[in-house]
């Protein structure tokens, strides 16, 4: 996962428990903006009618996608055109999928100016009730968007990424 950095983590549960010691690390990690790019070209696999690798809880894809984006790192990962390049040449090494049409699917283009993050038909069907089973399940601690809202916010950072990429 190039590029990384250190980040800090500790346990969720040490702000609750002061009396307790919790250990914590300091790994090396992705990058979000690698994150970014990396959950948005396998987005763009589903949408093109391929498959996502553990299809089960494939709505989190979109819901990070979703919080990279409020947290900066989705504009910060549109603007670093060779990140981008970086992680499509990877996944067309070594990540081939098909699309509906049964093509293999190009990542460069997902980079350079083709991303689609929104499906269509029934696609999108299966992404909502995926995502209303997520949300049920209680797998989004946060505040938890509505499906059409976020679906909006995955829209507009299609249509930013894809100016970029242009």
């Known amino acids: 996962g190039e590029p990384s950095e250190p980040r ?3 346990c969720d549960a040490a702000h609750h428990l002061p009396e307790v ?3 914590s690390a300091t790994p090396a990690t992705m990058r979000p903006e690698r994150t970014f790019w990396e959950k948005a070209t396998a987005v763009h696999v589903f949408c093109l009618g ?7 809880r494939i709505s989190r ?3 990070d ?3 990279l984006d409020d947290a900066g790192y989705a504009t910060a990962a549109i603007a670093d055109h060779a990140l981008a390049t970086m992680v499509a040449r990877h996944k067309n090494a070594f990540f081939r999928e098909k699309g509906a049409d049964s093509r293999v699917i190009d990542y460069a283009v997902s980079v350079g100016g083709g991303l689609q993050l929104v499906p269509e038909g029934e696609r999108l069907t299966l992404l909502s009730g995926d995502y209303e089973r997520m949300v ?3 797998l989004i601690f ?5 499906f059409s809202s976020l679906i909006g916010q995955c829209r507009d950072i299609q249509e930013r990424a894809n100016a970029a990429g242009r």
């Open 136 to 138: 049920a399940d209680g």
């Open 61 to 63: 894809h979109w819901y």
């Open 50 to 56: 391929g498959k996502l690798r553990g299809d089960d």
């Open 21 to 23: 010691e919790f250990p």
């Open 65 to 67: 996608i979703g919080a």
């Open 8 to 10: 800090l983590v500790t």
């Open 142 to 146: 946060a505040t938890t968007p509505r």
